[in-house]
């Protein structure tokens, strides 16, 4: 049996909170709003009951965020792509931020199970003055319990239209991509954090961020397979590749509450799901 499961999740301001409302279809819900930093940014938790995608699923997300109001978004656990027996397993994600509002899309790792044939595609569209910070982390295979990635398609798709896309295929027996210096190098995790505006940045903000984000780099058991970049006026980019989840996921997040500082002067109140 295949799922098709959808979510339609909108964020307003309303007196001056963040309110999130949602319409399910399928397996897929949001838990109750959160508000650890009080009424201006709203704290939700994306819950998929099955926990994980075969082949002819399809987990399909929309997300809007009026003007003014400030939604976070995040899981409980990992996505998890399971072998594929019946074709493509895709999770899509499209959200529009409209001016002065800001999103924070802050799912944990999607995994790529042995087998697995995936998509993984996330659409972010800004109107101008609206801003957003998204990561995506993404594990092949299960290292530390033996199970590698040696067969399969693990296929990304990353844009904001008209300003950046980036998208790949990851084939589990093209080793040139998997292991040469060129590729992967053998690391097994892929994670990018992104920060995102409707309107193209001062020059002195984009290197503020770069700035923050590269003595965090230099300090990191990481160092050496990461980078911090701006693509574009709209868009600075942080990469890193590391052998297993948890190293990027620690990186992630310290980088992501020094953006909030820089950026929007605000503390990196981490949502409570993650202290758990």
């Given at each position: 049996?295949?799922?098709?499961?959808?979510?339609?999740?909108?964020?307003?301001?309303?007196?001056?909170?963040?309110?999130?409302?949602?319409?399910?279809?399928?397996?897929?819900?949001?838990?109750?709003?959160?508000?650890?930093?009080?009424?201006?940014?709203?704290?939700?938790?994306?819950?998929?009951?099955?926990?994980?995608?075969?082949?002819?699923?399809?987990?399909?997300?929309?997300?809007?965020?009026?003007?003014?109001?400030?939604?976070?978004?995040?899981?409980?656990?990992?996505?998890?792509?399971?072998?594929?027996?019946?074709?493509?397993?895709?999770?899509?994600?499209?959200?529009?931020?409209?001016?002065?509002?800001?999103?924070?899309?802050?799912?944990?790792?999607?995994?790529a199970y042995n087998g697995c044939d995936a998509l993984?595609?996330?659409?972010?569209?800004?109107?101008?003055?609206?801003?957003?910070?998204?990561?995506?982390?993404?594990?092949?295979?299960?290292?530390?319990?033996?199970?590698?990635?040696?067969?399969?398609?693990?296929?990304?798709?990353?844009?904001?239209?008209?300003?950046?896309?980036?998208?790949?295929?990851?084939?589990?027996?093209?080793?040139?991509?998997?292991?040469?210096?060129?590729?992967?190098?053998?690391?097994?995790?892929?994670?990018?954090?992104?920060?995102?505006?409707?309107?193209?940045?001062?020059?002195?903000?984009?290197?503020?961020?770069?700035?923050?984000?590269?003595?965090?780099?230099?300090?990191?058991?990481?160092?050496?397979?990461?980078?911090?970049t701006s693509p574009h006026k709209q868009v600075i980019?942080?990469?890193?590749?590391?052998?297993?989840?948890?190293?990027?996921?620690?990186?992630?997040?310290?980088?992501?509450?020094?953006?909030?500082?820089?950026?929007?002067?605000?503390?990196?109140?981490?949502?409570?799901?993650?202290?758990?």
């Amino acid at each position: 049996m295949t799922w098709l499961a959808r979510l339609d999740l909108h964020y307003t301001l309303e007196a001056n909170r963040s309110v999130a409302r949602y319409l399910h279809s399928g397996p897929l819900r949001i838990l109750q709003s959160l508000y650890p930093e009080g009424d201006a940014v709203c704290h939700n938790v994306l819950v998929h009951p099955p926990s994980g995608l075969v082949g002819g699923d399809t987990l399909d997300v929309q997300v809007s965020v009026g003007s003014g109001a400030h939604g976070l978004v995040t899981t409980p656990g990992a996505t998890r792509f399971y072998r594929s027996e019946a074709g493509l397993a895709a999770q899509q994600v499209h959200a529009r931020v409209e001016s002065g509002a800001r999103l924070e899309w802050l799912p944990l790792e999607a995994i790529a199970y042995n087998g697995c044939d995936a998509l993984n595609r996330a659409v972010f569209e800004l109107a101008p003055g609206a801003e957003m910070m998204a990561w995506d982390i993404t594990a092949l295979g299960l290292p530390a319990a033996d199970l590698p990635f040696v067969q399969g398609r693990f296929r990304q798709h990353l844009e904001i239209p008209g300003v950046w896309l980036e998208r790949g295929t990851l084939n589990a027996t093209d080793t040139r991509l998997m292991d040469s210096p060129l590729g992967l190098a053998g690391q097994r995790c892929m994670a990018t954090l992104v920060f995102a505006a409707g309107s193209a940045m001062a020059d002195e903000r984009i290197e503020r961020a770069l700035a923050c984000a590269r003595d965090l780099l230099d300090a990191s058991e990481l160092r050496l397979t990461t980078g911090a970049t701006s693509p574009h006026k709209q868009v600075i980019v942080l990469r890193a590749l590391s052998p297993v989840t948890e190293p990027a996921m620690q990186l992630l997040r310290q980088i992501w509450a020094s953006w909030r500082q820089e950026m929007w002067g605000m503390s990196g109140t981490v949502p409570r799901l993650w202290n758990l």
